[in-house]
């Protein structure tokens, strides 16, 4: 009886040393991963875009009325954008002070950080060259890797960028400090297997142009496609949709006209989902849609629309497991 328990202590012991050794090893291939660092181009804009001197002109306004107008309409640009196609205030918190992104216990604990000018705002120094590495390449500025999914934000415009930058910019100081990411142990055993990925090695490429303006608000497949860039972080580069690296959320839907996805839906239905939150068969979506639905009560006919018409335009692909 001694014999057989000591062989079931040692057994024990030795699982314990190998998940033991095991950890290290994921948290020192974790701990490099994030230590990782990325180059990009670099890129200048004004914020907040000027007025044109043709307007300028023609409304007979002052230099300083002209700077107070522009920056209206960029301030009034950003808050639309925001609310209603990039969600910022959803990781970043209702006062842009910092929020949460994902808190999925063992796996991570991701928080939006900081943005106003406040202190513990990271944002403070930045130039737009700075945002567009943050925002559309998920690029710190000492070159890191960060947690924002910048896979949905490498088709906005340089305009938007700075009309989201001055609105962002318009929110009083709010002094907090986030840590923004903390790891636990299944995430660090995920980050360390390369199955959770940061934005900045999933978009590869960081020296493509981007747009200089958006395109034309229009029910087009052009307008309808730059609006559902922001999809592709959940539902794919091809739209086909597939699982999440949220484990609490379910598996993304297919938003491709494959009879796995959207196959036999109409407009009304489409837009009944996106701002009601009821699928077409009646079932309530599900997190993170129902972060989605605020969102899309805020966004014109047009752009529900225009996703629309883009998401029609795309070939018919299965579920991964279908």
Request: hydrophobic content about 40%.
């Amino acid at each position: 009886m001694k014999t057989v328990l000591k062989i079931v202590l040692g057994l024990f012991l030795l699982l314990v040393l190998l998940g033991g050794g095991g950890y290290l090893w994921a948290t020192g291939e974790r701990d490099a991963v994030l230590a990782r660092t990325y180059e990009t181009h670099r890129v200048d804009f004004p914020i907040p875009v000027p007025l044109s001197p043709e307007e300028v002109a023609s409304r007979g306004l002052t230099p300083q009325e002209a700077e107070e107008e522009a920056l209206r309409r960029a301030v009034e640009s950003g808050r639309h954008l925001a609310e209603a196609r990039y969600g910022c205030l959803d990781c970043h918190g209702e006062n842009l002070g910092g929020g949460i992104m994902m808190d999925a216990g063992p796996v991570a604990l991701l928080q939006g950080p900081n943005l106003t000018l406040g202190q513990g705002g990271v944002t403070r120094d930045y130039t737009f060259s700075d945002w567009d590495r943050a925002v559309r390449h998920g690029v710190l500025p000492d070159g890191r890797g960060s947690v924002m999914p910048s896979e949905d934000y490498q088709r906005m415009s340089d305009q938007e960028l700075s009309d989201l930058v001055a609105y962002i910019r318009s929110f009083p100081p709010v002094d907090n400090t986030v840590t923004t990411r903390h790891f636990g142990p299944v995430g660090t055993v995920l980050v360390a297997r390369g199955q959770f990925v940061l934005s900045a090695e999933r978009i590869g490429e960081h020296d493509r142009a981007h747009r200089r303006w958006p395109p034309e608000e229009a029910v087009s497949v052009e307008f309808g496609r730059h609006l559902a860039a922001v999809c592709v972080g959940c539902h794919m580069a091809d739209y086909a949709g597939g699982d999440n690296e949220n484990p609490s959320w379910p598996e993304s839907a297919n938003l491709t006209p494959h009879e796995d996805g959207l196959a036999g839906w109409s407009y009304d239905d489409f837009r009944t989902a996106l701002r009601e939150g009821r699928s077409r068969d009646g079932r309530a979506l599900q997190e993170p849609m129902t972060f989605v639905i605020p969102m899309a009560n805020r966004m014109t006919d047009t752009e529900l629309e225009a996703i629309w018409v883009f998401l029609q335009t795309l070939p018919p692909v299965a579920d991964a497991d279908g």
